[in-house]
């Protein structure tokens, strides 16, 4: 069927998923029952066209192994199928292992493995140069800068995943394991010294840092739930204490022995100043690849970094200094001094604030809402993922002021009496293709970037918002087209603000954000046993193990950046994906019950999202995916209406 469509049919109108029905749900008039059609289920996704080529073929199992499915065919999209843009960046490395080399950027322009295969080229061997420039001292990253500036204690600022170990693990072979990654991955071993207005940095060379001094081996035999939660938050919180940045302690593992019949589980807590979520899907593979090369003694043998992050962080000061850069500066500074009205109960004190006196609430969303968020929903709306949730929380965050409105003033409802844009520090991933020579997709480091981003859903009433509609549709495509015009997806912002003296006068001083929004992809997990804990669930070795706690991710003292921080993350379970948002804020500024109704808020706005997209008119094209010919987003829905009339 989808070899007859696309003979017949143009690309955009060829149906990304076929669904078997015995027959067609009706109205009680006989007419089409829409709303009663299932949602395309992409993870029991059958494939379309098969591949004509060895290299088509290659690609459809790639795409396949990163999405977590069965079967993909050539000519299906992969952001369709739920990727994202951290996945590309994990297609183009796997891409390179076996052979082809493409960018993440080619990812999105030529989205179906057929496509990638027409552009996609053979790996060349990595420069000998690269592997010592990856040592010596380097710049510091406009994160970095922000972590500084921060202020408060930040030694202990870590991210940390638990990964399984193979039952009777032999402690010399995991010790060559580990060395390995800390010799091939030069941050690992970084040296992180702030000054008064900068860093002293630097990478020492292979074998500065030890295994035997980074790897903890722990008896953890025989311990219930209970006993084991206790241990791993002792020791998690034990190996957070043993960073030491200052010192070039930059990661602990902590190896949880539960005997020869039990898989044991590895701790890794790194310190953020080498650590992201992308760095993680580098850093884990590299772990199992290494410790399968040691199999009989072997010496492992991981694949090359293209270019080091010593090399980037140069890149990146040479970069700040172009006049597209420079171009960029009025814009950052008018978004950078926009009205941020959000409900509270406190002013932000930077001094009070700190990581000790924060709460946090955890919500996760139903796997059927998840799934066509990362697929139905993008499909229609041609939107990434981001797009579809900050859509979410501009909305849900409109209908909380005016609720707020409303009850300070005793009024009806609410309307245009309230703001509707938001303002918000965004965190991306950082690894965007400024430099064509730069190949990030093997390096491991902090490239995380931070920009501030106004997002405007436009005019929506109270109804509107209460149920699913046309208004949705509309203010979707709107943040869509104003995150669209944010240059290189806003990495410019923290290259202007920290690395450049006219920047940071124009930029520095200016109040951050109020909210702070971070969607770190997905993220494979493992569902736990039946009456297990989710700490002590079965893996596949070196696969994260879900539910493990691991140490406080920041020193009580450490200054929070934002009033209210959302980091969202998606879980592949047995049962579906799992969107899971944690919310944080210190206690002083935001009651609990507050923070509450604003998630159960976003939550609805997403479901309305996802329902809305089921309707025949929803979604559609916007002027960004149409830039070739100029037109305004009332021309192109004109012409769209005129098609559905005609077909």
Known sequence: MRAYAVERLPEYMV??????LAELPLTPNGKLDQRSLPAPDFAGHMAGRAPRTEREGLLCSLFAEVLGLEQVGADDSFFELGGDSILSIQLV???????????????FTHQSAAALATVAGATAPAAGAERQEGTGSLAATPIMHWLRELGGSWKGFNQSMAVQVPKGADPARLRTTVQAVLDHHDVLRMRAVPTADDWELSVPPRGAVSAEDALRRVPATGLDARAWEALVESEGEAARARLAPDAGVMVQFVWFDRGPQCPGRLLIVAHHLVMDGVSW?????????????????GRPELAPVPTSFRRWSRLLAENAGTPARTAELPRWQELAGAADPLPGTGTPDRARDVAGTTRSLTERLPSEVTQALLTTV????????????????????????????REERGTG????????????????????????EADLSRTVGWF?????????????????LRAPGAALGRALKRIKEQLRTLPDNGIGYGMLRHLRSDGAAALAGRPAPQIGFNYLGRFPAMAPATGSARSTADAADWAVVPGVRGPLPRDPDMSVGHALE?????????????????????AALF?????????????????????HAEAPDAGGYTPSDLSLAALSQDEIEDLEAELRDII
């Open 15 to 20: 149906p990304s998923a076929f669904v078997s």
């Open 93 to 107: 490395s796997r891409a390179r292992s076996a052979g082809l080399l493409f960018s993440a950027r080619e990812v």
């Open 281 to 297: 899907r580098i850093l884990l593979p590299d772990l199992a690849a290494a410790w399968q090369d040691t199999a009989a003694g």
């Open 378 to 405: 993008p499909a229609a709306f041609h939107a990434g993922v981001n797009d579809v949730l900050l859509s979410g929380l501009a909305l849900a965050v409109l209908e909380r002021r005016r609720a707020g409105y």
């Open 413 to 436: 409802a609410g309307g245009a009496d309230t703001d509707t844009a938001l303002l918000l520090d965004l965190e991306g991933h950082g690894r965007e293709e400024i430099v064509p």
């Open 448 to 464: 995380t970037s931070l920009h501030p981003v106004s997002i405007d859903p436009g005019p929506v009433t109270d109804d509107e």
């Open 566 to 586: 959302i980091n969202a993350m998606t879980q592949d379970l047995p049962d579906g994906p799992e969107l899971t948002v944690t919310w944080s804020w210190p």
């Open 591 to 611: 009651d609990e019950d507050d923070i509450a109704a604003l998630a159960a808020a976003w939550f609805r706005m997403l479901g309305a999202l996802a329902e």
